[in-house]
């Protein structure tokens, strides 16, 4: 279990005799791991993904301007360990905005993407899509069977 708020104003009074240890441990386990959850995704954002990131985490930034700082261009290439803790609650801020946005955009159909590119190249998948008249089938691939 992490360490909320620091241990403070917790009701259980082991939790300030167990603060030390479990800090210790997750610095270990941080350590071992090559850093932080939040410092591993970071890590792996592109500059254009972390441009994103910074967008909506600076739009919640506005919205509390003491808790968090806007972040800038010059913070694209900072490694997450080189941010300030109010410049690190706005990423995070900004991965969560990034989670909720995408748990709102709807899964494309498979093909759409290809057809709204090119149209042409396009063929229907099933006999259905023939016969609900989403396009003509091609006069070359049809057998006249009306003679066996």
């Known amino acids: 279990m992490r360490i ?10 082991y939790a300030a005799i167990a603060r030390p240890y479990l800090e210790k441990f997750h610095q270990q386990v941080d350590e071992a791991r090559g850093g932080s959850k939040m410092a591993l ?11 994103v990131i910074f967008i909506l985490g600076n739009g919640v930034a506005i919205r509390s301007p003491r808790e ?18 109010k410049e690190k609650l706005t990423v995070i801020r900004g991965m969560k905005e990034a989670k909720k946005l995408a748990a709102k955009i709807p899964y494309s159909p498979p093909g759409e993407e290809e057809a709204l590119k090119n149209p042409r190249t396009v ?5 259905d899509d023939y016969q609900n008249g989403d396009s003509a089938i091609p006069k070359s691939e049809v057998n006249n069977v009306s003679g066996f």
Not at 68 to 85: A, G
Not at 123 to 127: A, G, K, R
């Open 4 to 13: 909320i708020a620091g241990g403070l104003g917790t009701v259980n009074p």
């Open 41 to 51: 995704a970071f890590k792996g954002l592109s500059t254009e993904e972390r441009r």
């Open 68 to 85: 968090m700082e806007k972040l800038t261009e010059r913070h694209i290439l900072l490694s997450y360990e080189e941010l300030s803790n």
């Open 123 to 127: 063929t229907p998948e099933t006999l």
